[in-house]
């Protein structure tokens, strides 16, 4: 039988946060998911705001990630920006 805290020691900052944002990820997706198909009006607007702190979370995660240099973005072209906002709004 495995130690639970044994484990959770052999796990990184990185580690931990990378998988935090993946279960953030999911839940916003699941909680997306719930948002668009209520029928009852009350019902979609708590399933709306649970999505948006979810989506809170997600992002001080990603932050965090961010800042300690664990999730590196690339900064996008601006002629592919351009292209896709042509492709997607017909501007």
């Not at 279960?23 to 029928?39: D, M, P």
Request: hydrophobic share 35%; proline share 1%; glycine share 4%.
């Amino acid at each position: 039988m495995s130690n639970p805290t044994r484990c959770a020691q052999l796990l990184t900052e990185k580690e931990i946060l990378q998988d935090c944002l993946s279960s953030q990820k999911h839940a916003a997706a699941t909680f997306n998911t719930f948002a668009g198909e209520c029928v009852n009006e009350q019902l979609r607007t708590t399933m709306l705001n649970i999505l948006d702190e979810e989506h809170k979370m997600q992002a001080d995660i990603f932050s965090c990630m961010q800042s300690n240099g664990w999730y590196q973005v690339e900064q996008a072209d601006q002629q592919k920006i351009q292209q896709a906002k042509q492709k997607f709004c017909g501007c």
